[in-house]
């Protein structure tokens, strides 16, 4: 459900089922299977390899100077990890660890570079990628300043049913990926037990709804409504 509404909100912190062409940059790397909880590289350690997501789901993140954990996006098929770095310092800016177990494509950083290069297409996309994670870290920064966890929660599903949603009957909208509690909390910055509490008044309120293990979001404009609504 790609459509003009993309642009009322800000990027998704959700980069799944991407329609990005690596077939060239995967024929070239070593392909790997990564259990789940299993740490990719650390903020500020040198860039050995560029990551191509085939399968599962990445969680990037920061941690504070006392050591509290924010996560900034989660990355899954077609997604890159480590190719915003590969242009300056050449070391990583966040961390990452798998949240699902996954299957990688590894590529060593020059051969990405030069594959890269030569190909305009990947370099749209690489540039992509990389513009989309820098504005969410911007937007990130100024909604934990200034937003309530109900406003990053519905911003979170308006992105989700944008993104990769399906309208079904009646105009409702079907979040075709799953996610837990736990990942929209590490996303959102907020506990897993305030994610629970504010999916649960949505739902009462009929804004969404759970069949299964799938979000249905019943009215897009009420939940827009709420995030103006939620100060």
């Given amino acids: 459900m ?10 998704s912190p959700w980069f799944d089922e991407l329609n990005y062409d690596w077939s060239l940059l995967e024929q070239q790397g070593i392909k790997k299977i990564y259990a789940k909880h299993k740490i990719l590289f650390h903020s500020g350690h040198t860039v050995e390899s560029v990551f191509l997501v085939k399968e599962g789901r990445i969680r ?12 900034i996006a989660i990355i899954g098929k077609n997604g890159l990890l480590g190719e915003s770095s590969m242009y300056q310092q050449r070391t ?13 494509v590894e590529i060593p950083p020059k051969l990405f570079q030069d594959t890269v290069f030569k190909d ?19 937007i990130q920064s100024l909604q934990l300043s200034f937003g309530t966890p ?16 399906k309208k079904v009957d009646n105009n409702r909208i079907k979040i075709l990926i799953t996610f837990t509690h736990q990942e929209l ?3 959102i910055g907020a506990t897993r037990v305030t994610v629970v509490n504010n999916l649960q008044e949505l739902i009462k ?13 019943e009215d897009i404009s009420r939940l827009k409504s709420e995030i103006n609504k939620s100060s």
């Fill in 150 to 165: 109900m406003q990053r929660i519905c911003d979170a599903f308006i992105h989700l049913g944008l993104n990769y949603g």
């Fill in 60 to 71: 990037l993140f920061v941690n504070s100077l006392d050591g509290k954990e924010k996560a």
């Fill in 205 to 217: 309120k009929k804004i969404i709804s759970k069949e299964n293990r799938y979000y249905f979001i």
């Fill in 120 to 138: 305009s297409k990947y370099m749209r996309q690489v540039f992509e990628m990389m513009s989309s994670k820098i504005r969410l870290m911007a």
């Fill in 92 to 104: 990583h800016i966040f961390s990452a660890i798998t949240a699902t177990p996954a299957t990688l």
């Fill in 185 to 187: 909390a590490d996303l």
């Fill in 2 to 11: 790609r459509d003009k509404e993309q642009s009322l909100t800000s990027p």
